[in-house]
C-alpha cells in the first residue's frame, strides 16, 4: 500500500495515484448516493469504516456516507430516504436489503455550557458528560475532529478520487494503533461510553494496539456503561462477538474490566487462573462462533448467550434448592427466570432470543431422559440441534462420562432417524462400554 505519510492533526491530501482505493470495490449503491450528492451542488465522501477497509485490502461490511447536506435536504433529494436518530439525525438511503447510512458533518458543541439555564428536557449533556442531543451541523473539518478514532476518520472525496486526513488517522493505520481522537480522552468516553467497547472491538478486530491515552481511562471509567440503554448494549454486544473476533475481545474486555458490566453474573465467576467450567465454556463457545463466522457459517445468539450463562444457571439453581428446599425441576424453573432477567437488565435480548434460551436449557433435561421421550419428537424440536451442540460442550468441558456417553447415544439416534436433516457435529470419541446411569437434572457443583 502505498500512502503518503501524514502529521498527526495536519490536513493532508493523498492524491488517487498514492492510494489503494478504487471506485470498482465500492458499492454501486454508495456510489449512487455519492453522485448524485456531489450532481446537486453538496460536498459527499465516504467515510469511516469503509474507507478504512478499503486501505487494509479487507472488503467493507458497509458504506458510509458524509456530506454537508442536511437531512431534510436529503430527504427531499432521495425518495428512499428515512429520517432516523433522536440524538443525531440520519438519513437512510434504502436500495432493498442495502442501507447506505448518510450524516451531515457534525459541528462543535458548547459542552457543559450549553446546560446552564435550561430544564432537563432540553439538556445537551447528562451530568456525566453523556451527549444527549448532537444535532449540530459544521464543516468537513469539525466533522473529523467529532469523530472516535483516528482510523475512523478518513474521507475520500468522490468529485476526485482523493483521500482527506485531518487527524493523523493514515499515520496510526500504518503503525496499528487505535487512538481516540481529542486531548481528552476521558471527556471523549462520558460523551459516549459506548466509545470503550468500540475501541475494544476495533483492537480486537483489525488486531492493533490500543495507544497509552486510549486506553488508560477504561479501566476507570468502565462503571460509565450503566448509563447506555439496554438495547443499546446488547447490539453492541452482538457487534463485539458476533463478527468474528470474539475470543480477542473477550480477553480485551476482561483486561479493562468492560466485561463484567455487559455481563455481571458471569464476571462474579471468573477466577484469576481462568479454568472453571464457566471460562472454558465462554472460551469455548467463542472460539467455535468465530471458526464458523469465518467460514460464512451463520451463528445463532441464543446458543451464544445460552452456553455462556449455562454455568451461572445451575450455580443459581443449587442456591435455590438448598435455600427454599425446591425440588430439581422447579429450582431449575425458576433460575431460568431470575438468570434472564438479571441479565436483561444490562443486555435487554429481544423476547424472542430469551424464548429460544429457555427452550435450549429445558432441552438438557430432555436429553437426560433418554428413556422417558419420544426421540422422533425430541429430535425433530425446533431448538434441538442448538441444544445438541450445548450437551456436547458440557460434557468436553466437564469430561463427564454421563454426559459423554448422553451426547454419543443421542448422535447414534440421529443418524437412525431416517427423517432428520441435521448436520452432526464434530463429537469426542466416547467409550461406548461406559454405563450412563439417570443424569441428574441439575449437577451439585461446589465450584464451577
Given at each position: 500500500?502505498?500512502?503518503?505519510?501524514?502529521?498527526?492533526?495536519?490536513?493532508?491530501?493523498?492524491?488517487?495515484?498514492?492510494?489503494?482505493?478504487?471506485?470498482?470495490?465500492?458499492?454501486?449503491?454508495?456510489?449512487?448516493?455519492?453522485?448524485?450528492?456531489?450532481k446537486a451542488g453538496y460536498e459527499a465522501?465516504?467515510?469511516?469504516?469503509?474507507?478504512?477497509?478499503?486501505?487494509?485490502?479487507?472488503?467493507?461490511?458497509?458504506?458510509?456516507?458524509?456530506?454537508?447536506?442536511?437531512?431534510?435536504?436529503?430527504?427531499?433529494?432521495?425518495?428512499?430516504?428515512?429520517?432516523?436518530?433522536?440524538?443525531?439525525?440520519?438519513?437512510?438511503?434504502?436500495?432493498?436489503?442495502?442501507?447506505?447510512?448518510?450524516?451531515?458533518?457534525?459541528?462543535?458543541?458548547?459542552?457543559?455550557?450549553?446546560?446552564?439555564?435550561?430544564?432537563?428536557?432540553?439538556?445537551?449533556?447528562?451530568?456525566?458528560?453523556?451527549?444527549?442531543?448532537?444535532?449540530?451541523?459544521?464543516?468537513?473539518?469539525?466533522?473529523?475532529?467529532?469523530?472516535?478514532?483516528?482510523?475512523?476518520?478518513?474521507?475520500?472525496?468522490?468529485?476526485?478520487?482523493?483521500?482527506?486526513?485531518?487527524?493523523?488517522?493514515?499515520?496510526?493505520?500504518?503503525?496499528?494503533?487505535?487512538?481516540?481522537?481529542?486531548?481528552?480522552?476521558?471527556?471523549?468516553?462520558?460523551?459516549?461510553?459506548?466509545?470503550?467497547?468500540?475501541?475494544?472491538?476495533?483492537?480486537?478486530?483489525?488486531?492493533?494496539?490500543?495507544?497509552?491515552?486510549?486506553?488508560?481511562?477504561?479501566?476507570?471509567?468502565?462503571?460509565?456503561?450503566?448509563?447506555?440503554?439496554?438495547?443499546?448494549?446488547?447490539?453492541?454486544?452482538?457487534?463485539?462477538?458476533?463478527?468474528?473476533?470474539?475470543?480477542?475481545?473477550?480477553?480485551?474486555?476482561?483486561?479493562?474490566?468492560?466485561?463484567?458490566?455487559?455481563?455481571?453474573?458471569?464476571?462474579?465467576?471468573?477466577?484469576?487462573?481462568?479454568?472453571?467450567?464457566?471460562?472454558?465454556?465462554?472460551?469455548?463457545?467463542l472460539y467455535n462462533t468465530d471458526q464458523?463466522?469465518?467460514?460464512?457459517?451463520?451463528?445463532?445468539?441464543?446458543?451464544?448467550?445460552?452456553?455462556?450463562?449455562?454455568?451461572?444457571?445451575?450455580?443459581?439453581?443449587?442456591?435455590?434448592?438448598?435455600?427454599?428446599?425446591?425440588?430439581?425441576?422447579?429450582?431449575?424453573?425458576?433460575?431460568?427466570?431470575?438468570?434472564?432477567?438479571?441479565?436483561?437488565?444490562?443486555?435487554?435480548?429481544?423476547?424472542?432470543?430469551?424464548?429460544?434460551?429457555?427452550?435450549?436449557?429445558?432441552?438438557?433435561?430432555?436429553?437426560?431422559?433418554?428413556?422417558?421421550?419420544?426421540?422422533?419428537?425430541?429430535?425433530?424440536?425446533?431448538?434441538?440441534?442448538?441444544?445438541?451442540?450445548?450437551?456436547?460442550?458440557?460434557?468436553?468441558?466437564?469430561?463427564?462420562?454421563?454426559?459423554?456417553?448422553?451426547?454419543?447415544?443421542?448422535?447414534?439416534?440421529?443418524?437412525?432417524?431416517?427423517?432428520?436433516?441435521?448436520?452432526?457435529?464434530?463429537?469426542?470419541?466416547?467409550?461406548?462400554?461406559?454405563?450412563?446411569?439417570?443424569?441428574?437434572?441439575?449437577?451439585?457443583?461446589?465450584?464451577?
Open positions: 500500500m502505498s500512502i503518503t505519510s501524514a502529521k498527526r492533526h495536519t490536513f493532508t491530501i493523498i492524491p488517487r495515484n498514492q492510494h489503494p482505493i478504487s471506485r470498482k470495490k465500492i458499492s454501486e449503491n454508495a456510489l449512487k448516493v455519492l453522485y448524485r450528492l456531489n465522501y465516504l467515510v469511516g469504516g469503509g474507507v478504512r477497509d478499503l486501505l487494509l485490502g479487507k472488503t467493507p461490511k458497509d458504506f458510509d456516507v458524509t456530506t454537508n447536506a442536511t437531512p431534510e435536504q436529503m430527504r427531499k433529494l432521495f425518495r428512499n430516504c428515512r429520517l432516523v436518530g433522536r440524538r443525531f439525525r440520519l438519513a437512510h438511503i434504502i436500495f432493498g436489503p442495502e442501507i447506505i447510512e448518510v450524516s451531515t458533518f457534525r459541528g462543535h458543541y458548547q459542552g457543559l455550557e450549553a446546560n446552564k439555564n435550561k430544564v432537563e428536557s432540553d439538556l445537551i449533556t447528562s451530568h456525566d458528560g453523556m451527549l444527549l442531543r448532537d444535532n449540530n451541523f459544521g464543516s468537513i473539518e469539525e466533522d473529523a475532529q467529532r469523530r472516535d478514532y483516528s482510523v475512523n476518520s478518513l474521507y475520500y472525496n468522490i468529485s476526485d478520487c482523493t483521500l482527506h486526513d485531518y487527524t493523523g488517522g493514515l499515520k496510526d493505520l500504518q503503525e496499528g494503533t487505535i487512538r481516540l481522537i481529542g486531548e481528552e480522552p476521558e471527556k471523549r468516553y462520558r460523551e459516549d461510553p459506548v466509545r470503550m467497547l468500540r475501541a475494544v472491538r476495533f483492537a480486537a478486530k483489525l488486531n492493533m494496539t490500543l495507544s497509552k491515552k486510549t486506553a488508560e481511562p477504561l479501566s476507570r471509567l468502565a462503571a460509565l456503561l450503566k448509563n447506555i440503554p439496554p438495547v443499546r448494549l446488547f447490539k453492541e454486544a452482538l457487534k463485539l462477538l458476533q463478527v468474528g473476533y470474539a475470543t480477542a475481545t473477550y480477553r480485551l474486555l476482561c483486561k479493562y474490566h468492560l466485561f463484567q458490566h455487559l455481563f455481571p453474573l458471569i464476571s462474579c465467576h471468573l477466577t484469576e487462573d481462568g479454568n472453571s467450567y464457566i471460562e472454558q465454556m465462554i472460551n469455548r463457545v464458523l463466522l469465518r467460514n460464512d457459517t451463520q451463528v445463532n445468539p441464543a446458543f451464544l448467550f445460552a452456553s455462556m450463562l449455562w454455568y451461572p444457571l445451575l450455580l443459581h439453581a443449587n442456591t435455590l434448592m438448598k435455600k427454599k428446599h425446591l425440588s430439581y425441576f422447579d429450582a431449575f424453573s425458576l433460575a431460568i427466570n431470575d438468570v434472564l432477567q438479571e441479565q436483561c437488565r444490562t443486555l435487554a435480548i429481544p423476547k424472542k432470543i430469551t424464548n429460544l434460551i429457555r427452550e435450549m436449557w429445558y432441552f438438557q433435561t430432555r436429553l437426560s431422559h433418554r428413556h422417558n421421550v419420544c426421540i422422533h419428537t425430541v429430535i425433530e424440536g425446533t431448538e434441538f440441534h442448538s441444544a445438541y451442540n450445548l450437551l456436547i460442550l458440557r460434557a468436553e468441558i466437564e469430561n463427564n462420562s454421563e454426559l459423554l456417553v448422553l451426547s454419543h447415544w443421542w448422535k447414534k439416534r440421529i443418524l437412525i432417524d431416517p427423517s432428520n436433516k441435521i448436520t452432526i457435529p464434530t463429537i469426542l470419541n466416547c467409550n461406548e462400554d461406559l454405563i450412563c446411569s439417570h443424569s441428574r437434572l441439575i449437577p451439585h457443583y461446589d465450584s464451577i
